[in-house]
């Protein structure tokens, strides 16, 4: 039997430097994003439980028991679970089980550490991903680098509950890193990834511009059956969360009515992360940018010439089977879930740049690798050819740039955390950068009704409601503005909010019990008794947290009312 002939030492040395980080260096650098990552968390880190962490969290009693029966429910496709977080996620929601077992409500610093800890982890599995991808191991160090200390991840890191957003890309990665070899093993990652979140689809494009890559430069065929096997996965795992998700689905979102405009904008959200990604600036809680109305937009127009710009090398690297084009299809494909094209309350997240930085900082460094072997082969006319001496230094001055940046992107990082440690902190940090948005109107109504100024009060809550604010308990339950709640200017602001609940909730088949307690709350602001009652009773059969809150507010209304039948008139006093 001949003998299956090695590769030459030289040949496998090459492959091993471009391609592999020994353990021990592997490790070392590990723990030193860790460190990294606790660092920038540790201004916030014993902070208070932020934004949607209460829907997810506080609010999920699925999570806070390990059980067979509460297992059962996060698995359920179709079940209350998934439709309280409005997101079918089960691996996502096992972890803050396993993280409610140890830490309970009330570690706060738990929680925080592991969320540190996971992106630590992915910054450098990002790291080895990078070098696979045909990056240099230098270079995929400071990307890597980049990545862990970036300040639009900072959302990701105090955000409890967007360590969904870590694992999906966390798993996306390791799926598509072990492809290669095991590729069982890549699917179950890869279905895991979707299991965490969704968007972590984005490994599917990219697994086809790899395998597109392999066939084109001969190194394997391209295992189209993998490709399609993966397509299955997302498809089986698509179809619940898109039951889960439009539960939140408000067909009065809009970016503007104008589809053109709506076009203009999308393409101007794609400018503005590229310069988030680039330049660390422009970061925001709860963005809400306007939408580009005008032919001149600036935004617009960056985002036409650097999309035409991205699409030209996109194509040119896929036709020529070059790896630089799956890092151009990750960011794309990250960015097609978040552009818009379906609208959310808030259109821009510093979070949603996650999964998008990974595909530019990859496809920057491949390209500036072939930008710079072009100019050796062939230098521009009045400059020095860049081979022998002349390279070395300018490697070394690049490398030196790129390090400089990434301690000013984590000093500012760092600066940046105490606006994480608090519910107020991030509002006031959204209304610094968007004056006229809704959280700065929502300030602007609290701090008038602190003052009495009860009529700029209503003016400004009403103008949040006009903006997309939905929180119709945050109006009624606040103590601050009980004064305001006896005017018919308020009552009409509420009277909207509740009829817009009424008409989302109301058709609901399935409610959770946190909808038909908010439902309850519209109707009572409607004077709907009958069906306040109705929907309190309901909510008590449901599984859930919050019986007793439920059993005392319905038992409130039963004497209030004495049962008389309201008139589905005036808001109730």
Known sequence: MAKRRRPSRQRASGRSRGRELPWAWGALLAGAFVAVALALAWPSIRGEFLSDDHLYIVGNPWIQELSLANARVLLDPWGPAASQTLNYAPVHLFVHALEWH??????????????????????????????????????????????????????????????????????????????????????????????????????????????????????????????AAWCGVFAAVAGPEMV??????????????????????????????????????????????????????????????????????????LVRGEKEAAFWVLAAASF???????????????????????????????????????????????????????????????GVAAGVLVVVLAVRTHARSPVFASNLGMMQDAALHYPEGMQAQLLKGQEAARRGHDARAVAAFGRAVELGFADLAALLENPQLARLRARPDFQAVLLDLARRDVERLGPQEEPTQAELRQLALAYVVRDQRAEAIRSLERALAMPGNRNDQIRDELAGLRRRWGGAPGNGGDPAP
Not at 104 to 118: H, K, P, Q, S, T
């Open 102 to 227: 140890f830490f309970g409500e009330e570690n706060l610093l738990g929680w925080r550490v592991v969320n540190a800890v996971a992106h630590g982890l992915t910054s450098a599995l990002l790291v080895l991903f990078l070098m696979r991808g045909g990056v240099p191991r230098a270079a995929a160090v400071l990307g890597g680098a980049f990545f862990l200390v970036h300040p639009a991840n900072l959302e990701v890191l105090a955000w409890i509950f967007q360590l969904k957003t870590i694992l999906s890309l966390a798993l996306a990665l390791g799926a598509l890193l072990v492809h290669p070899r095991r590729p069982a093993l890549g699917a179950a990652l890869f279905a895991l990834a979707l299991l965490a979140k969704i968007t972590a689809v984005f490994a599917l494009p990219v697994l086809a511009a790899q395998a597109w890559a392999r066939a084109r430069s001969g190194e394997e065929p391209p295992r189209w059956g993998w490709v």
């Open 244 to 317: 889960a998700f439009q539960r939140q689905a408000d067909p009065r979102l809009e970016i503007h009515p104008d589809p053109v405009v709506h076009a203009r904008t999308i393409v101007g959200y794609g400018a503005r992360y590229l310069w988030m990604s680039a330049t660390g600036s422009g970061v925001s809680n709860f963005h809400e940018p306007e939408p580009a109305v005008s032919w001149l937009d600036p935004w617009w127009l960056a985002g036409l010439v650097a999309g035409v710009v991205l699409a030209w090398r996109t194509v040119v690297t």
């Open 336 to 398: 097609a879930p978040v552009s818009q094209i379906f609208p959310f309350v808030y259109p821009l997240a510093d979070r949603y740049l996650y999964s998008i930085l990974p595909g530019l900082i990859g496809g920057v460094l491949l390209a500036g690798a072939a930008l710079l072997e072009r100019l050796e082969r062939s230098p521009l006319p009045g400059l020095p050819a860049l081979g022998g001496r002349a390279r070395e230094p300018l490697l070394r001055g690049v």
